[in-house]
């Protein structure tokens, strides 16, 4: 599914990955792991397309993107990566369902299909009754789920979240992470998540700890 070989990436002087080899199979749900500055969310971005590293490849299914042009690159992303971030990002000046909606009207579909996919999943998450409502109206946890529901709307085959759950209370955290493996159930979609949280970490189906800019062990 994903395959990152000898991913090399500095930022001036400092060497941040040193050659970072990553394999990722469809349907699985892996944690990657690690202390501030190991490189975890560096090498999410470049596996996500939003960054191109120094030296290496990342190919999904075979298909080396970083080939790709800027313009194809983005078009790529838009289809087949969703995203999740630590603070959900979501515009305030629009309701939850145009968030949602946001990706498949910047692909093209029109806001009729774009609006009905976002309704469908707001319904599988709980959240149709807070379609209209903006994002200051939503509780952390709403947030987040929309957030997630968002990174959903183009069916994409990955879903990459960084930090996910860092900014909610315990009884949202475990509600989220329940959600991913429903998630994999029954949209089939391939997790890469950086987590600092060790019981999310270990319900994953593999562990990726990193340290100082390399792949220091995988858990099975």
Do not use: W
């Not at 109206?137 to 960084?162: F, I, K, M, T």
């Not at 909610?168 to 159930?185: C, K, V």
């Amino acid at each position: 599914m994903i395959e990152a070989k000898g991913i090399h990436k500095s930022f001036g002087r400092v060497e941040v990955l040193k050659g970072v080899d990553l394999s990722i199979a469809a349907g699985e749900v892996v944690a990657l792991v690690g202390a501030s500055g190991a490189g975890k969310t560096t090498l999410l971005q470049i596996v996500g397309t939003l960054s191109r590293p120094d030296a290496g490849t990342v190919r999904y299914d075979g298909r080396d993107v970083l080939a790709m042009s800027d313009r194809e690159l983005s078009r790529f992303r838009n289809e087949h990566i969703g995203f999740v971030f630590q603070l959900h990002r979501l515009l305030p000046e629009f309701t939850l369902a145009e968030n949602v909606a946001m990706p498949a009207l910047i692909a093209g579909r029109s806001r009729r299909e774009s609006m009905a996919r976002a309704m469908e999943l707001l319904d599988y998450l709980g959240l149709k009754d807070r379609a209209g409502h903006r994002p200051a109206q939503l509780s952390g946890g709403e947030a987040q789920r929309g957030a997630v529901a968002r990174a959903l709307v183009n069916r994409p085959s990955v879903v990459l979240a960084d930090e996910p759950s860092g900014s909610l209370d315990s009884q949202n955290r475990a509600e989220l992470h329940r959600l991913f493996f429903d998630l994999r159930r029954d949209m089939g979609a391939t997790f890469l998540i950086v987590t600092h949280d060790e019981s999310l970490a270990a319900d994953c189906d593999r562990t990726v700890r990193m340290a100082d800019g390399l792949v220091h062990s995988i858990i099975q």
